[in-house]
């Protein structure tokens, strides 16, 4: 059984910064990527950044030079350094690890979801 908690999430003004953090606990053998998703109220759940384990990173263009992913394997550990919030970027955000616990296929894992509101 794995468990993942997040925390970092809150209120914070445009141009602001804030950092997630999300660490996974339980049977984690191996993570072969991590990344994070949002939601918005009425709006689809999307992709914002993603990390494999070699270090490869994928943003989402809305987010592109203003977020930053990174990842502590040895901590099963994945951030979001967010910075230059703009009211748009006010969502649920949710972390999401592949992680290998037990069978030769990795299974996701998602995080509880933090709230994010950029006041404008």
């Known amino acids: 059984q794995v468990q993942l908690v997040e925390s970092g999430g809150g209120l914070v003004q445009a141009g602001g910064s804030l950092t997630l953090s999300c660490a996974a606990s339980?049977?984690?053998?191996?993570?072969?990527?991590m990344g994070w998703w949002r939601q918005a109220p009425g709006k689809e759940r999307e992709l914002v950044a993603e990390?494999?384990?070699?270090?490869?990173?994928n943003y989402a263009d809305s987010v592109l030079g203003r977020f930053t992913i990174s990842g502590d394997n040895a901590k099963n550990a994945v951030f979001l350094q967010m910075s230059s919030l703009k009211p748009e970027d006010t969502a649920v955000y949710y972390c999401?690890?592949?992680?290998?616990?037990?069978?030769?296929?990795?299974?996701?894992?998602w995080g509880q979801g933090t709230q994010v509101t950029v006041s404008s």
């Open positions: 990390i494999t384990s070699a270090g490869h990173t």
């Open positions: 999401v690890l592949e992680i290998y616990s037990g069978s030769p296929v990795p299974s996701d894992h």
């Open positions: 339980g049977n984690v053998l191996a993570i072969s990527a």
